[in-house]
């Protein structure tokens, strides 16, 4: 009996100290996201949804804390998925709201990360789940996966290069699900020059994908309110 | 020739009906101006449920050369019967009014008359497409200003939308344009061949209508054997092969090539089915014209 009441102890142990684990990391993500009070960044962003034929876009994205965030495009029409709001990391990281369940290891390009379930503790809040997968070894978030009540699943992938100590990526690679656009019957008279429309299996099942590769980064040094109207 | 030619494009130009064709043009293209200047919900419609999903500037969308996309779209549909109220007046007008035979006394062959008539509907079609370049492009400019085009496109079962860089646009309306003229011109040298056959001018412009009507509503049907069995024989299936020269062709990662079409050979073909036509129906009208018995 009392062996027993030891291994239980030691378990109960042990888990304490891997919740901990997962909460000091997420802690230490957080905070090197935290140390950027604003930033302005300029970059290119490739849009492929199937319905969506449109050129690589000259972007400026800005940022100011506690959560502003604007994506711009520098010439022209630009469509700016609506959930690359998560590109603020500091809303996934906001682990004040947030129950944290450490889900074990996982392995991205190769290496291995740690996961960490985030279950909003709001339940009017419209995420549902927020998965972050985070490498131990730089305390970065290497990747999120975010379900919501209303525009189903994000996931947002990271690569970092020289603003990594800001927690900053050099590359996000931004995956939602992108409604099925269909024009009224009748609307555009178009010609129809009798080939078959291209086959897009690669892009069905109504995923869309957005890539930012960021070529540089003005951190910290004071971004106007006004660009974010 | 030169002479004659004048004296044709003198008697165009004193018939009231000619300006008809102007005045419905302008107000109808400043009436769409207007409209979407004071209200730009019209894409909303277009845009569908694309605004959920992504963050589109509509100010932008809505620049001057999507307007002329628009309105080149709704009228180029209509602008047929207003060509065929001067093309089909062409030799029908002159029967009506009891200077056929007259003309045809002077010695000047049949052939070279019913050319020049036929060479004047073409100069006012191609005017009449001027005046709608001046409206529907350069005066949407001058109020939306510029920026990319958008074009919206249903194709087969899908739909697309398609995004053209602003540099890479004015050379697809010139083109066009120019496309536009020769599908009217198909429509003026229609009016004229059924204007040979009339002693006056209603018959041929109603009859002309009707066809362009009919044939546009066969080609617009969607229904699989019409489109397959039927379509391909109506011209009015290639008075829209416009449109083609914004069809943007787009890489293996969906991104548009500038300065690309997607496919330039359905152009062509559809330019030569066109040109077959004119020639055909400008042949007939020539052919019957100089074994026409004038009594009038």
């Known amino acids: 009996m009392k062996k027993i009441s030891i291994i239980i102890f030691l378990f109960c142990s042990i888990k304490a100290t891997a919740q901990q684990d997962i909460n000091a990391l997420l802690a230490k993500a957080k905070a090197t996201i935290e140390s950027v009070n604003d930033y302005k960044a300029t970059g290119r962003m490739k849009t492929n949804v199937a319905f969506l034929k449109v050129p690589i876009a000259n972007v400026s994205v800005f940022f100011k804390k506690p959560n502003k965030l604007k994506v711009k495009s520098e010439k022209g029409i630009s469509f700016i998925p609506k959930g690359a709001v998560s590109i603020n990391l500091t809303n996934l990281t906001g682990i004040n709201k947030f129950t944290v369940i450490d ?51 994000y996931e947002l992938e990271m690569t970092y290069g020289k603003y990594a100590s800001f927690g900053l990526p050099d590359k996000i690679i931004f995956s939602f699900n992108a409604k099925d656009y269909k024009l009224p019957k009748g609307i555009t008279f178009d010609f129809d020059d009798g080939t078959a429309p291209p086959a897009t299996d690669k892009l069905k099942g109504r995923k869309g994908r957005a890539e930012i590769t960021f070529s540089n980064y003005v951190i910290n040094k004071g971004v106007e309110d006004v660009l974010f109207k | 020739m030169w002479s004659l030619l004048q004296i044709e494009l003198y008697k165009i130009s004193k018939r009231p009906r000619t300006y008809i064709a102007f005045i419905a043009i302008a107000g109808i293209v400043l009436i769409i101006q207007a409209a979407f200047k004071a209200d730009p919900g019209y894409l909303n419609i277009l845009l569908q449920n694309v605004g959920d999903t992504f963050e589109v500037d509509k100010g932008k969308v809505i620049n001057g050369y999507f307007m002329c996309y628009m309105i080149l779209n709704t009228l180029l549909i209509q602008v047929p019967i207003l ?60 109020i939306f200003g510029t920026n990319d085009l958008l074009v919206f496109r249903a194709k087969d079962t899908e739909s697309q939308i398609l ?23 198909v429509i003026a040298a229609l009016a004229l061949f059924l204007s040979v056959f009339a002693e006056n001018s209603i018959g041929p412009i109603v009859a002309t209508v009707c066809i362009v009507i009919v044939c546009t509503i066969i080609s617009n049907l969607n229904i699989p054997i019409i489109d397959k069995n039927v379509r391909p024989w109506l011209f009015t299936s290639y008075l829209v092969g416009w449109k083609g020269f914004f069809y943007i062709a787009i890489d293996a990662d969906n991104v548009p090539i500038k300065g690309s079409m997607e496919n330039w050979p359905a152009i062509r073909n559809s330019l030569l089915i066109l040109l077959a036509h004119i020639g055909v129906l400008f042949g007939g009208a020539v052919w019957f014209f100089k074994r026409k018995d004038i009594l009038t």
């Not at chain 1, 503790?121 to 419209?126: I, R």
């Open chain 1, 103 to 153: 889900a074990g290891t996982d392995k991205i390009a190769g290496k291995i990360v740690r996961v960490a379930k985030l279950l909003p503790t709001d339940d009017n809040s419209d995420v549902v789940l927020s998965t972050v997968y985070i490498d131990e070894a730089t305390s970065l978030i290497k990747k999120a996966k975010t379900t919501t009540k209303d525009n189903g699943t």
């Open chain 2, 83 to 142: 060509v065929a109220l001067v093309a089909g007046d062409a030799i029908s007008g002159e029967a009506n009014m009891g200077t056929l035979r007259l003309l045809l006394t002077k010695p000047i062959s049949r052939a070279k008359i019913i050319g020049v008539k036929f060479f004047a509907s073409i100069i006012y079609t191609v005017a009449l497409l001027v005046f709608m370049a001046i409206l529907a492009l350069f005066l949407s400019m001058a």
């Open chain 2, 163 to 185: 995004q053209i860089m602003q540099d890479d646009v004015m050379w697809r309306y010139l083109a066009a344009f120019a496309y536009a003229a020769v599908a009217l011109t």
